[in-house]
């Protein structure tokens, strides 16, 4: 595919995707439609449909329309390309440019539109992240960076470096997390390596990571992961300690791939349905990884962030509250709750710890702490909190 071709492909997907198509079934549809196109194509395609996404209101300005064909314009007008080379009609790209085109572009706005946050939203991120709030936005607008989880159950970070190395990914410590790698080359080949195959190492982001090593695990605890979904906080307390292991998640289908994942990890687990967790309980450390505006994490999903309204964001952190609710009662006496987002939103976050500490008894706050998005990891935030009551 020509340059053009590509831009023309992201134009067409990003139309299906305005039109209400989530992200990854327009890309696939147009993968199996364009049989012509090799990876290198389908892997520039999909760059230039996600970073037209996170950066959809500024594009928009940028180009004149909130279409396809004004996203891309105005990621090339960001970027200082000139238009008319790739808008030629060449090569199956995106037909010349009208004169109207060029007299309807605009700067942004707004500091909301500039940074790509939605406008309503633009007051609640400003008052969490305060004066990181620019900071912030303007790192959820790029590519996030891929990070691996060594399993040291399996393989020490140095070992892990040099076997990925010999398979053509290229990798550095992390800092936010004693067994976190970033990969510098290779990314897209992680997957098919051995490394990944045989367990040696997991995609997992850093702060994910770190969220675990604060957790006060010990062996022979009786851990559960609430809201479990794929496990990957399971399978990263699997490795910092030797558990009794629990797994659980309202929607059982996320959990699907999890035994193998654990298997493959040299994990034992036990996945629990809701119906059983009266049977297993009391836990010495539930974690409730909550479910969540994903705002920390939008630069890998970012659909979610225009998808989002106020109303769904209530409703979001009335589950929370749910959440917290339930998963404290299921707490032996002397035992750990932690609460776990990647929102970077005080209403999800510090709020929520400090509602449910007014409404429950019993319960003292030992850690809170977030981790910015633009430290180079995922934006995310815990609160770990001990059971002060002796008797259940």
């Not at 620019?134 to 399996?154: D, I, Q, T």
Request: net charge negative.
């Amino acid at each position: 595919m020509t340059p053009g071709a590509r831009l023309q492909a992201a134009i067409e997907i990003l139309d299906q995707i305005l039109d209400g198509d989530a992200a990854e079934k327009a890309l696939t549809g147009w993968a199996r439609r364009s049989r012509f196109a090799g990876s290198k194509d389908r892997a520039a395609v999909r760059d230039h449909v996600f970073t037209s996404l996170r950066c959809l209101r500024s594009h928009a300005a940028l180009g004149g329309a909130s279409t396809g064909r004004g996203l891309i314009l105005g990621a090339l007008r960001e970027a200082g390309i000139d238009p008319d080379t790739l808008f030629n009609g060449v090569g199956y790209g995106p037909t010349e440019l009208s004169d109207d085109e060029g007299l309807i572009a605009r700067d942004p706005s707004s500091p909301a539109e500039r940074l790509d946050i939605p406008e309503w939203l633009w007051p609640q991120f400003a008052a969490s992240l305060g004066e990181e709030a620019e900071a912030a936005a303007g790192s959820l607008r790029h590519r996030a960076p891929v990070h691996l989880r060594v399993n040291s159950r399996r393989s020490i970070i140095e070992q892990a470096i040099d076997d990925l190395a010999e398979e053509g990914v290229t990798c550095v410590a992390h800092p936010a997390s004693e067994m976190a790698l970033e990969v510098n080359e290779g990314a897209r080949r992680i997957r098919n390596c051995d490394a990944y195959q045989s367990g040696l190492v997991e995609l997992q982001d850093a702060a994910s990571q770190a969220v675990v090593e604060i957790l006060p695990l010990t062996n022979g605890m009786r851990v559960l992961d609430y809201c479990a979904g794929g496990g990957g906080k399971s399978l990263a307390m699997a490795a910092r300690a030797n558990l009794s292991l629990f797994a659980h998640d309202k929607a059982p289908q996320r959990m699907e791939d999890l035994p193998l994942r654990a298997d493959r990890a040299g994990v034992d687990l036990t996945v629990l349905t809701t119906d059983t967790l009266d049977q297993t309980e009391p836990f010495d450390l539930v974690l409730c990884d909550a479910p969540c505006s994903g705002s920390g994490s939008w630069r890998r999903s970012p659909e979610g962030k225009w998808r989002l309204n106020a109303v769904q964001l209530a409703e979001l952190q009335d589950v929370q509250s749910e959440i917290l609710d339930k998963a404290s009662q299921l707490v032996a006496p002397n035992g750990v709750l932690a609460y776990v987002t990647c929102s970077v939103l005080d209403g999800e976050n510090t709020h929520q710890i400090q509602q449910f500490m007014e409404r429950s008894s019993g319960w003292k706050l030992e850690t809170e702490q977030a981790w910015p998005v633009q430290g180079g990891t995922d934006g995310f935030y815990a609160a770990v909190l001990t059971r002060t009551i002796t008797d259940c």
